[in-house]
Every structure is written in C-alpha cells, then in structure tokens.
C-alpha cells in the first residue's frame, strides 16, 4: 500500500427536499384540508477516525464527495426520506483544514472521533404546516434549503511515542527492525526509507510506538532531498532518538546538521526531549568509540548512548531510556490509546 499523508478533498451536504402542496380528496369529504408532507432533510458529510488506516491513499483516487438529498414531500401527510450519510474514513492522527491549509477545523487523535463538516439542508415544510383557524387551505409549501459546499485538506500526522531522526544510513530502519515486528527496507545506500514506518517496540513488559522516519540532510527544510514534509510525524512524539552513524567521519557535524533541520522546521520540535545514540558500534574500535563519544558529548551537551542495532549491543538501554521519558510524560498528559501488537522484549 502507498503512503500518502495529504489530500485535498471536496465535499457536499445534501440539500433539503421540498414540502407539497396537497389537499385531501374523498368521496363525500367536502373540506378536507391540507395534507401535503414535509421535504427530509439532506444527509451529513462527516469525517471518523477509524481503526486499520495510516495512510490517505483512498483520497488520491477519488476527490469528490456528495451526499444524497433529502426526498420530496407527498400527499397523505407523506415526509420524505432523509438522506444518507457520507463517512469518510480517516486514520487516527488526520488533522483537517480549510483549503488555505491554515485554519485547523478538527483534529482526530483517538478512535472513533467524529466531526461534522457539511450538514445537510433542512428540508421544506407543506402545506399541512400552514393550516390554521383563519387560514383552512394554504396553497403554498416551502422549497429544501441547500446543501453546503467547501474544499477541505487531510493532513495525517502519525501518533507515535517516540521518533527517530538522523542522517540517511544512520542506522534508523535497522534500529526498527531490530526492536520491533516491523519490517522496514534496509540496504546500503542513502534513503532506503521513502516514507515514515511504524513499529511496536515492547521493553519490561512495557509497549510504546516509535516512528522511522526519511533521513535529513542539510537544506531539508528548502526542499533538499525528501525534504522536511515528514517531519510532522514527530510533532506528537514524546521523545526524540536522535542516531549518529559511528562509522561516519565527522559525528559531531552529523548532530549538528539534522538538530539545525529540526530548528529551521520548528512546530517545537527543538524542545522536544532528546536521546543521542551513536549507532553502528560494532563495526568500531573501543577507541574509535570513545573518541566518538568525547566528540558527540562536546555538540550535544549530553553523552549519548551507544548501541549496534545488529548485534542488540545497548538496545534494552536505548529502550529503557526512551520509556523513562515516555512513562513521566505519559503520567503528566495521561496514556493514550495503545493497540496491543507483537513486540520485541530485550
């Protein structure tokens, strides 16, 4: 399935039916008043988040969505019928915005969220509504209100625990593989991650949700490479897992190239908690290592970890750091909902 996190959708309420103009017509009923049934009413166009989705992709292949009109009035005292609903069906995370993509009308952060974009026109009363004691016959029935119309854009942003950014071939994909059910394309060269990845990571019993996200280079934010669009998957994460590739030649350089992308992207992403892990360990000396760490400690104001995703050297460490963080903010902002997954345990 393709990863798609923005459409651009047009939507339409039904409009009202219309009222009728009827009178009752029986043998040997002389007067036998207005009986003429009111218009139902449009249907709704409504936005759910629901279950099994991350990705928009539905709403590439078709942009345009109506929903029935209500029926027309009928003699008798017939209402007519209402018409149907248009659900559409989002993954949990979908933000909506009016068609500047500025202001924000809904944010569906749990299962089951529902929101109201469109409501459906009433529909026009007959003439039976009229009838009073000084006007027995009204000859007349009001027209259905219209439907409304407006262009809206989905803008998916992953909800996840936890985020990991670096360098393209830091390690990050492996990282994920190794840690969770998650089976993420890894091969030797830059940008093997097209778009964000999702996995269960589980930790002493403990389950929380990391995200992999595309590699940042220098100039993202201007369009460089994949650019920052994916950043916005991390805006919800608790916690940062910033990966510096040991084998690289400049680890210092690294940090700082990917911290200044999340500086010039902002959303608060610069003040979000931060894990720095040298990542690629074993394929390094115990001197290269703590040469590394010397290094990466003078750029980040913090030590940072060391791990190899392929040999587990300091995973169950990495982990345990990133549920600490996640644990106290979890307890500050309260859990949110977590869907139970297989796991990998240290």
């Given at each position: 399935m393709k990863f798609l996190d923005?459409?651009?959708?047009?939507?339409?309420?039904?409009?009202?039916?219309?009222?009728?103009?009827?009178?009752?017509?029986?043998?040997?009923?002389?007067?036998?008043?207005?009986?003429?049934?009111?218009?139902?009413?449009?249907?709704?166009?409504?936005?759910?988040?629901?279950?099994?989705?991350n990705t928009l992709i539905d709403y590439r292949y078709?942009?345009?969505?109506?929903?029935?009109?209500?029926?027309?009035?009928?003699?008798?005292?017939?209402?007519?019928?209402?018409?149907?609903?248009?659900?559409?069906?989002?993954?949990?995370?979908?933000?909506?915005?009016?068609?500047?993509?500025?202001?924000?009308?809904?944010?569906?952060?749990k299962?089951?969220?529902?929101?109201?974009?469109?409501?459906?026109?009433?529909?026009?009363?007959?003439?039976?509504?009229?009838?009073?004691?000084?006007?027995?016959?009204?000859?007349?029935?009001?027209?259905?209100?219209?439907?409304?119309?407006?262009?809206?854009?989905?803008?998916?942003?992953?909800?996840?625990?936890?985020?990991?950014?670096?360098?393209?071939?830091?390690?990050?994909?492996?990282?994920?593989?190794?840690?969770?059910?998650?089976?993420?394309?890894?091969?030797?060269?830059?940008?093997?991650?097209?778009?964000?990845?999702?996995g269960v990571v589980g930790v002493d019993g403990r389950e929380f949700v990391l995200a992999d996200l595309p590699g940042l280079i220098e100039g993202a934010h201007e369009g460089v490479g994949l650019g920052d669009r994916f950043l916005g998957h991390v805006e919800r994460c608790r916690v940062l897992l910033h990966l510096v590739d040991g084998t690289g030649e400049d680890v210092a350089a690294a940090y700082k190239t990917v911290r200044g992308e999340l500086e010039a992207y902002g959303q608060g992403l610069e003040d979000k908690p931060e894990i720095v892990a040298l990542s690629k360990a074993d394929a390094l000396t115990p001197e290269a290592i703590a040469a590394k760490i010397k290094a990466l400690k003078?750029?980040?104001?913090?030590?940072?970890?060391?791990?190899?995703?392929?040999?587990?050297?300091?995973?169950p460490e990495v982990l345990r750091a990133l549920f600490d963080v996640i644990d106290s903010a979890r307890a500050k902002d309260g859990p949110r909902e977590e869907k139970a997954a297989p796991a990998w345990q240290p």
């Open positions: 923005e459409a651009k959708v047009y939507i339409q309420s039904g409009a009202g039916g219309n009222g009728c103009v009827s009178f009752r017509r029986e043998k040997f009923i002389e007067f036998g008043g207005p009986n003429g049934g009111d218009g139902g009413r449009g249907g709704d166009v409504i936005v759910e988040a629901v279950d099994g989705l078709q942009q345009h969505f109506k929903a029935k009109r209500g029926g027309n009035g009928m003699g008798k005292d017939r209402h007519g019928a209402n018409g149907a609903d248009v659900v559409l069906k989002v993954p949990v995370g979908t933000q909506i915005y009016e068609e500047d993509g500025e202001t924000l009308l809904a944010d569906l952060e299962i089951g969220d529902r929101v109201v974009l469109a409501r459906g026109g009433n529909g026009g009363f007959g003439n039976a509504h009229f009838k009073t004691s000084t006007n027995r016959a009204p000859r007349h029935a009001n027209p259905g209100q219209p439907g409304e119309e407006r262009t809206i854009r989905l803008r998916l942003k992953l909800i996840a625990d936890a985020g990991l950014v670096g360098l393209p071939n830091a390690g990050k994909s492996t990282f994920l593989a190794t840690v969770s059910a998650a089976r993420p394309k890894i091969a030797d060269y830059p940008f093997t991650t097209l778009h964000p990845q999702l003078r750029v980040a104001k913090k030590t940072p970890l060391v791990l190899s995703a392929h040999s587990r050297q300091g995973v």
